[in-house]
C-alpha cells in the first residue's frame, strides 16, 4: 500500500495501524483523494486502527480544524475495517468534537488523546 501524501494530509499504512496526519486545512481535493485511498485500503485489509493526530497550531482558525475534522468524519462513516480511532490533538474543543463524533460511529470506537498523549493513544489502539 502506497503512502498518502498530499499538502495537508499524510497517511501511511503499518500494519494494523495507519497514522493519519494533518498539517492544515484539507481541501475538497485532498478529501477526495484520502477517500480513495482508504477505499482501497478497505480492499485489501480485513481490519486496522487509525492514528489521527490533528494539532491545532497548524491551522489558521479553530473553524478551519473543526472543518477538516468533520470532513475526514465522513470519510470514517464509511471505514468497515476501521475498529477503532484515536484522534489526538492539542484542541480540548477538537477532543470534545472527537467524541461526540464517535457516537455516529457505532462500526468503531473512538477515543480522543492530548498531543503530549501520544502513547497513550498507540497503547489503546494496540489493545484492540
Do not use: H
Amino acid at each position: 500500500m502506497n503512502d498518502l501524501n498530499t499538502a495537508n494530509l499524510n497517511a501511511k499504512f503499518e500494519d494494523p495501524l495507519v497514522r493519519l496526519n494533518v498539517t492544515g486545512p484539507a481541501t475538497t481535493e485532498e478529501i477526495e483523494t484520502a477517500m480513495s485511498w482508504f477505499d482501497e485500503l478497505g480492499e485489501g485489509q480485513d481490519d486496522y486502527q487509525l492514528y489521527l493526530e490533528i494539532p491545532k497550531m497548524n491551522f489558521p482558525d479553530l473553524g478551519s480544524v473543526r472543518r477538516t475534522f468533520l470532513s475526514l468524519a465522513n470519510i470514517m462513516r464509511g471505514l468497515d475495517s476501521c475498529e477503532k480511532c484515536a484522534v489526538v490533538t492539542d484542541s480540548p474543543f477538537l477532543r470534545s468534537t472527537a467524541k461526540i463524533e464517535g457516537t455516529a460511529l457505532p462500526q468503531m470506537e473512538v477515543d480522543s488523546f492530548g498531543i503530549v498523549e501520544l502513547a497513550e493513544a498507540e497503547d489503546w489502539l494496540e489493545a484492540a
